[in-house]
């Protein structure tokens, strides 16, 4: 295993996909997938209600996470979690999101260019039971999900690569 410096993640960690990208009107909700957004430097996704939230512009949480908490739960509650329900912008796939430190940069490449991503939170402190809680009876998000601000915008699309500069 290579040695992490801090705001450097080791290589060999370093490249996923954009399995899903998720928007919602409101706050506190989860998020519905979409096949592509519009991501505004400084800001976010253009349509998602966290827009212009500080420095938790962009959300991102790994797909793998959401599967490991499906296999946890029972059938009835597994059926309602999926990319969007934790409220991630992005759910990715074959990136360590849990290597990344803040002060991380992430590119998202496609058809439309790249997009850059600056790692500025890890986790959060939820005050209130989202929707999620009420139907997993916890949420993996307040400790594995990465939060960024936008340094570079595009258009983002599923399947894109993403991958840690």
Known sequence: ?????????????AAGTVVSINISRKKGQAKTPVAQAVVIAGEGLREDAHRGFGHRQVSLLMLEKIEEQKGRLGEGAATAIGPGAYAENLTTRGLDLGSLRVGDELAVRGGSGTIRLKVSQIGKECHTRCAIFKIAGECIMPGLGIFCEVLEGGTIRTGDRIEIV
């Open 1 to 13: 295993m290579t040695a992490v410096g801090p705001g450097k993640a080791a290589a060999t960690r």
